[in-house]
Structures are given as C-alpha cells and as structure tokens.
C-alpha cells in the first residue's frame, strides 16, 4: 500500500512551525517540489517561486559569511585600510614639519656695513699711489732723505691720508712728545728715512696714549716689508707694520 503524501496545506503548517519556508505542488502534474525550485522535476514546468524562495535563497547566499575564509579576509582588508590611513597621516605629518623646519631655518639676514655698496667712510681719504709715494708739503717721498739731507730731521704725517708704516716706539703720552721726538730724531740719525711722531690719540687705527715713532709712508702693507727690515738692522727689533687711518 502506498503512502499518499501529505496535502500541501499539512506541509506549509509543519515548515512554517520549523521556520522554513514550504514547498509547493506543480500546478500541471500536482508533484511536490522545493521553495526555490526553478522548474517541476516530472513534467518541466517553470515553477513560480513560492512566498518563502526569495527570503531562503538570501540566508543560503548570507550563510556564505559563516564560512571559515570569509572573516579572515574581511579581517584582511580592514588591517589594510587602517595602514593606508596610518601611512598617508605620517607622510602628511613629515611634510608639514619638513617645511616648518625649513622657514625657520631659512637664510638670516646679513648685517650690511656702513660702507657697502662701494661707499667709502666720509672721514677717510685714500689716496691713490701714486700720491701717497709723493706726499706734499712736508713729507718727502718714501725711501728718500728729507730735502736738506741732513740726518735727524723728521718728516710730518699728510693730513687727512691713510696708509701704512712701520712702527719703532711707543712712547707713553706721560713721558711727553719730546721724549717721543728725541728717539725719532736718533731713528733719523741712525740712517731710517722718513722718520716721524705720531699722536695716537688721533688716529683711530692705533693705540691710545701714545707717542708713535714711525718710519716711512706706503699705500699698502706689502711696500713695509723692506722697511722693516732696514728698520730690524738699525736695532729696532720691534719694528711693525700699522695701518695709519683717521
């Protein structure tokens, strides 16, 4: 004896009290079939889902994320999205701080000197060499006896010019300018052409609070170098270069 199968309506009750959507019977031969059947297995006709297909087709799809590789890769991509952000914020970061580094290490400002541009101090006058080799009135040129030719006699600084000699004594101011003159005088006499005495205080280029004992007037401080010697030979061991400016 064969088992008559239940009626459709016994079948929709029992799955819809197991929570699972029922089958149906194909509406041509009456043969049960699935929710989600396409078509009916005994006579081939397409099958109109039934009230519970879609929604049991979605779990069946969303069953797919319980699988064992779907989290790990889901895990994946977000560890990937947050280094990409990490990545680009720090890159942003050093950016920013590179260039705040850069304005305030940039080029500081040069201190220009009053005289820059090729604009000589007012209170100077360089003579050409010419001029300083061949100065007026008093002084005679440089490496010659003074015009009498007598030994002893001494020659004066040109005023208002800057140069170069050779230094022999200083002189205290304390002691006087005669002291000072006396050892130019013996300078002179001891052979040293254009012997002199300056007062320091009026030369900013040179100590204050002496008499200076000089001997010769040049243009440059290469042109000293023989007076020097000839100076170091008369017994001025001592003897300098100085620059002579106002």
Known sequence: ?????????????????DGVPAPGDCPRCGAPHAPDQAYCLECGRRLTPGAG?????????LSLYGSDWAWPVLAALVVAVLVTVAVVAIERTDRQAATETLFATGPQGEEVSATAGGESDPTETELPA????QPPTTATPTGTRPADGSRGSLVQWPAGTNGWTVILRSVP?????????????GASDAGLSDVGVLDADEYSSLHPGYYVVFTGIFSREE????????????????????????
């Open 53 to 61: 297909a879609g929604p049991a087709r979605g779990w069946r799809a």
């Open 130 to 133: 010419q001029t300083l080799t």
């Open 223 to 246: 042109e000293t170098a023989r007076a020097i010697e000839t100076a170091r030979s008369s017994g001025y061991n001592d003897a300098y270069a100085a620059r002579v400016a106002q």
């Open 1 to 17: 004896m064969t088992a008559t199968p239940a009626p459709s309506d016994e079948r929709d009750v029992a799955s819809a009290a």
């Open 173 to 185: 101011e304390n002691e006087g300018r005669p002291a000072a003159t006396r050892q130019a005088r």
